[in-house]
């Protein structure tokens, strides 16, 4: 198998995508790569059987992964919240019939957005404040949602709101997926620091969503928001995990181009992120295979999640030190990736993935309270003066 996807590689891959000067060359381009992997069966290994490419054994899964990283392809930035976090939410929590329809268009090329971070209410999806209010037949929801991923392009979003403010905060909330052309949906890019638009905020206002579109009944999106996040928290890991592996060489090309291949400490480094890098990988096919045993633990995702992120912001650390201040200049923005070369964007992205799909802090919460058995901290606990 891996030599057939190498060859598949070095016939079909695209050869100057990091050069796409736009975000429109740059969403061209991931449709196309997109529409090549399916047509392939390489772009949703981890889905069923009954699916293009889909029901392969983790040893298959890795092989994909680790071809892809190696040749440098394109991540799937756009598809990343479809072929995923759509997915995920779907299979496990959906109807039948919601199912069947949206699962196919997929694969077609609908692409999806998540709704879930609000201002003030980032990792503490217990917070969201948008209302969505049942009127006969449809939901009317107003709010803001914002670190939308690709939401300027999607076609549809996974939308957390509040039904209800009575008994707990996770108790009110419910799970619609939204057309993104619905009246009352408007869109705002972020530009971001480095330069690029890779989130946006969205706008909801008096915008009616048919009970049709509801993922399981009222008041039950918070256990299926946790579907949602445990595929990113997991199953998208493993995928970026290869990434990470693969771009390694950049690393050791960075301690050539400073002169410091003779450099004890900065070898030394190099071979600590080595490992750790490796490590993060066996996580993550850990997790893969014990969710393919149906042997999940509340927590294994979030021990996934946690090292990879770490592991990004010291991949970066280091590629910053190496660059020095030449490192530091402005450069062309290479869209999509994580592991690009571009030592001080790649080190300012790296701080994202402390935050989305909850935060660092909120992930040793949930290992500390569900898999360590620590007490959970008190509510409205308030520090008494003097003490």
């Known amino acids: 198998m891996r030599r057939e996807i190498r060859d598949w590689i070095a016939r079909e891959a695209p050869r100057d995508w990091r050069t796409a000067s736009t975000h429109e060359a740059f969403v061209a381009s991931q449709r196309s790569w997109f529409a090549k992997l399916v047509g392939a ?26 071809e892809l990283a190696r040749a440098d392809t394109p991540r799937l930035l756009l598809s990343f919240v479809s072929t995923y976090h759509a997915f995920a939410t779907l299979a496990e929590c959906a109807s039948a019939r919601q199912r069947s329809h949206y699962l196919p268009r997929i694969l077609e090329g609908e692409t ?36 939308s991923t690709m939401a300027q392009y999607a076609d549809m979003c996974l939308l957390l709101v509040r039904t209800s403010a009575d008994g707990p ?76 592996r693969g771009a390694m060489v950049r690393l050791s090309e960075a301690v050539h ?4 291949t003779c450099d004890a400490g900065v070898l030394r480094k190099l071979g600590a992120l080595a ?59 290479t869209f999509g990736d994580l592991n690009s070369g571009n030592w001080m964007a790649d ?19 949930i290992i500390a309270e569900h898999m360590l058995g620590m007490p959970r901290e008190p509510k409205n606990w308030v520090l008494e003066a003097g003490q």
């Open 41 to 66: 069966g390489y772009a949703v290994p981890h889905w069923p059987r009954e699916w293009p490419g889909g029901g392969r054994s983790l040893a298959e899964q890795k092989i994909i992964y680790e």
């Open 112 to 147: 999806w957005c998540q709704g879930f971070s609000e201002p003030g209410a980032g990792s503490d999806l217990a917070a969201i404040r948008s209302r969505a209010e049942r009127r006969g037949d449809v939901y009317v929801v107003s709010g803001q949602k914002v670190w």
């Open 169 to 244: 905060k996770q108790a009110g909330l419910t799970y619609l997926l939204m057309d993104m052309r619905l009246p009352g949906v408007s869109v705002r890019p972020i530009h971001q620091i480095q330069g690029d638009e890779e989130f946006a905020e969205i706008f909801l206002d008096e915008v009616e969503i048919p009970v049709s579109q509801r993922v399981g009944e009222e008041g039950a999106g918070w256990a299926v928001a946790q579907a949602t996040l445990a595929s990113e928290r997991g199953l998208t890991l493993m995928e970026l995990s290869y990434r990470m």
């Open 257 to 260: 181009a400073a002169g410091r």
């Open 275 to 333: 490992t750790r890098v490796d490590a993060v990988c066996a996580l993550a096919d850990r997790f893969l295979q014990k969710r393919m045993d149906e042997d999940e633990r509340v927590g294994d995702a979030s021990i996934v999640k946690l090292a990879y992120s770490r592991c990004l912001r010291a991949w970066t650390n280091l590629g910053v030190e190496l660059a020095d201040l030449a490192g530091q200049m402005q450069a062309p923005i």
């Open 347 to 365: 080190f300012m992205n790296s701080y994202a993935w402390t935050i989305a799909g909850g935060s660092d802090e909120v992930q040793r919460n």
